[in-house]
């Protein structure tokens, strides 16, 4: 961990692009209100494919005009090369400066997986097409991709990600620090020094939230897991116990040295701006 302490604290919040105009309304006051805490910058998160392109960008530019920072994501699977440089030209000339790149989930239905089938490919191309405008964060995995071969094999994509020309990394959700701890001591270990986030899932849906963890690969130690299961429909117990897990997470997280957090929001306020007031951030 010592190298992580070497880095400042930074301090982000994530949405996803809303379908609806009501979605749109509730997201602005969602994203207002987490603005009073004054996060390094908001992240909004592209469809498969690029499909949520134009309402990324919608919700990046009402952000921005705003005078806060946002980073779009930026994601290849299913998207040819023409695509990508597209999106980077557009990015560019809004001034953006900062996108995640990720490699992403193929599209349901897509006959091919795009000109870029890693992420290392994308951030190589990226700094091809764009040169050192914009800082890229890259996503990596304390509990392993699922699709990974061995932990050995994660640690060398996520390297090459790193050797491509990535800044910094936001990590997959987990709920056991010690996972994240042994993570960055490997990156260590191998020359990795960038600032690597840890990402933050408050808990509120447990049924939603085991539906994501199996997909992404993200663990829920069991004892965890019994004990949501325990509160059936009790919605208030589940958020409640929920908020102390993650908060304590949150706690020992930064105390041993990480450089911030990303809140995975869900595009709510509550929950993460009651982590942050327990945290005295």
């Known amino acids: 961990m010592e ?5 400042p604290r930074n301090f982000s919040f ?13 997201l602005s006051a969602t994203w207002r209100q987490l603005a009073q805490l004054q996060p390094r910058f908001f992240s909004v998160t592209y469809g498969a494919g690029g499909s949520t392109r134009d309402r990324t960008l919608a919700t990046v530019t ?3 005009q705003a005078g806060f920072h946002a980073a779009p994501h930026v994601s290849c699977v299913g ?3 023409a695509d990508i440089a597209e999106t980077l030209d557009l990015y560019r000339a809004q001034g953006i400066g900062h996108i995640v790149a990720l490699r992403g989930d193929m599209p349901s239905g897509a006959a091919s997986m ?3 089938h890693y992420a290392n490919e994308l951030v190589e191309f990226i700094r091809e097409h764009t040169g050192d405008h914009f800082h890229i964060d890259v996503a990596c995995y304390p509990d392993f991709h699922p699709q990974a071969k061995s932990p050995q094999d994660d640690l060398r994509n996520f390297k090459r990600k790193i050797d491509a020309g990535a800044n910094s990394a936001i990590t997959q959700y987990f709920y056991n620090a010690d996972s994240y701890f042994r993570f960055v001591d490997d990156c260590e270990a191998i020359g990795i020094d960038i600032p690597i986030v840890p990402g933050v899932m408050p808990i509120n ?11 992404c690969g993200a663990d829920i130690p069991r004892w965890l897991r019994l004990k949501l299961a325990s509160y059936h429909d009790d919605i208030a117990s589940i958020r409640s116990f929920g908020l102390d897990v993650v ?3 949150c706690d020992r997280l930064l105390s041993a040295g990480a450089p911030g957090l990303h809140f995975y929001t869900m595009n709510m306020a509550g929950p993460t701006s009651t982590i942050w007031q327990r945290l005295g951030l």
Do not use: M, W
């Open 3 to 7: 190298s992580q302490k070497r880095h």
């Open 79 to 81: 998207s040819s090369r």
């Open 62 to 64: 009402e952000i921005r």
């Open 247 to 249: 908060t304590d997470l």
């Open 205 to 215: 849906n447990y049924t939603q939230l085991a539906r994501f963890s199996d997909a």
């Open 14 to 26: 994530e949405f996803f692009p809303p379908k609806t105009p009501e979605g749109v309304q509730r």
């Open 114 to 116: 795009g000109s870029f």
